[in-house]
């Protein structure tokens, strides 16, 4: 069995609503809060929040709607009509929590996606892995999502190892892969072949002329790569043995791409392989370690003119924290904050959780970490918080206030800039 998601990652207990003493001011501002609100509404306000709350219930029989009819779409000869329902799908469930919804609908759902995948064409495929990523989301760690990851998993592998079919579809069955079985997987067995599957595609790229990648795979091997680390983060502890005593070997090649964003992901994953073998007490050094802190400070100084600058930007800022972690051990934490709450990424296997799960929600990660019970309790956050209209108006900034703190921000920067640019006056 795969090891729990909350012992495989560092510092879960990192992960709070900023802080046991805020959260406890918070809430009891917000109940303090909403105490004097219940006694001073009069009927006028009372009147306006049944309204409020009656549309509230409209709104989301329209939405429910919508969704029987991009489902029932599914099933439509046209390709375009299809496409056209996936999209759909894909954004209400990236950008709302729909877990009672759809556990009656699982099924039906999952049958379309499976025609979507046999019979449909590179775009069509790609969508119908991104709504079956979000579908495994939604259901959760529980037996209904790994039913959904079982029954599909075949195609999923077929789909990404078939070297005809479409680059954005085998990207899509990547991620898909990686994820479902990250949230689904009931065993050990499952795990295993996942990790071969994806380990497969970025370590023997495919070839073109002159013996370089194509650069229509560079997508392709990033998202093999970063669904491959994602899993390595609940790997147990003897097979993760194995990955490091020989295959991490396979990822240094990867520095000298030509796609900078393979380059980053693998120089990050690297340091999530050290970052687990300190774990687990294992000495990751072999002989070539010296030529590895080699090739890393390279990419962290590199100044090459034919590269984007923000690429070069992006990539030096990256490798200097990789680098400065597998010389020192020591980690740049990253703080995420999302409506009352915020949470810390101090570790490389928590800010690829992170990046995974936001990658495939986009805008909606926040509401994701606000309200779904899966991420809440990858990340350890506890139940979701249950809040009022009332305390939710209350913990907004109001536009002054707003104003009044960027009118502040604005002159403590001035002055420092202006202390900095005295001092270069002086030394000229």
């Known amino acids: 069995m795969p090891r729990s998601r909350r012992a495989a990652r560092r510092g879960t207990g990192s992960a709070r609503a900023s802080s046991p003493g805020s959260e406890e001011e918070a809430g009891s501002e917000v109940l303090s809060h909403c ?16 309204e409020a709350a009656s549309e509230h219930g409209q709104e989301e029989e329209e939405a429910e709607d919508r969704l029987k009819e991009h489902m029932d779409t599914l099933l439509d000869k046209s390709a375009k009509a299809r496409q056209a329902a996936l999209q759909g799908l894909r954004l209400a469930l990236s950008s709302r929590t729909l877990s009672e919804f759809l556990l009656e609908r699982r099924l039906t759902l999952t049958d379309s996606l499976e025609k979507c995948l046999k019979k449909g064409k590179g775009e069509e495929q790609a969508l119908a892995g991104s709504v079956l990523t979000l579908l495994c989301l939604q259901m959760g760690s529980g037996p209904e999502g790994e039913e959904v990851f079982r029954s599909l998993k075949p195609l999923l592998v077929s789909v990404l190892t078939d070297s005809t079919a479409s680059p954005s579809a085998r990207q899509s069955c990547a991620t898909a892969l990686g994820m479902c079985c990250y949230i689904a997987a009931g065993d050990l067995e499952d795990l295993v072949s996942c990790l071969s599957c994806l380990e497969g595609i970025f370590s023997t790229p495919s070839t073109g002329e002159g013996g370089t990648a194509p650069a ?84 962290a100084t590199e100044s090459n003119k034919y590269r984007a600058k923000t690429d070069r930007r992006r990539q030096r800022s990256i490798f200097r924290d990789i680098l400065r972690f597998i010389e020192t051990g020591e980690y740049q934490e990253e703080t995420v904050r999302f409506g009352l709450e915020c949470m810390y990424l101090d570790s490389w296997a928590r800010q690829r959780t992170y990046q995974a799960f936001k990658e495939v929600l986009g805008s909606g990660i926040h509401h994701h970490l606000q309200n779904n019970e899966l991420l809440r309790e990858i990340f350890g956050l506890g139940p979701p918080l249950v809040l009022d209209a009332a305390a ?36 000229l």
């Open 35 to 50: 105490s004097s609100a219940s006694e001073s509404a009069g009927p006028a306000e009372e009147g306006a929040g049944s």
């Open 216 to 299: 229509q795979h560079g997508p392709l091997h990033c998202s093999a790569l970063q669904s491959w680390s994602l899993l390595l983060t609940i790997c147990p502890p003897s097979h993760l043995r194995s990955i490091l005593d020989n295959r991490w070997l396979q990822l240094p090649p990867l520095l000298t791409s030509s796609s900078v964003a393979l380059r980053i992901l693998a120089g990050e994953t690297i340091a999530l392989l050290f970052e687990l073998a300190q774990d687990l007490e294992e000495d990751l050094c072999h002989q070539d370690t010296e030529f590895l802190c080699t090739q890393l400070k390279v990419l």
């Open 392 to 427: 939710l108006k209350a913990s907004k900034v109001s536009r002054f206030e707003k104003h009044l703190y960027n009118s502040a921000a604005f002159k403590a920067r001035t002055k420092a800039r202006s202390r900095v640019r005295d001092k270069r006056a002086d030394v």
